[in-house]
């Protein structure tokens, strides 16, 4: 599967939970979705909770 297929079926699946279980249920599945998301690329070594930090504190020093 190609990321734009990835990408129109994740928009896809956001939009039908959005249509069948309205917009606060659309906003917790994406949450999820990303939380997920997180989880697995730091399991994999992709993100580490170190670089994570230093990306939020980053923004703030300037």
């Not at 990408?7 to 599945?29: C, D, P, R, S």
């Not at 909770?49 to 939020?56: E, F, H, I, K």
């Amino acid at each position: 599967m190609t990321r734009g297929q990835f990408g129109f079926l994740a928009g896809f699946l956001v939009v039908a939970v959005w249509a069948l279980g309205g917009a606060g249920a659309a906003v917790a599945a994406t949450v999820a979705g990303l939380v997920g998301w997180l989880l697995a690329r730091l399991r994999d070594g992709e993100v580490t909770v170190p670089g994570l930090a230093d990306r939020v504190t980053a923004g703030r020093r300037r």
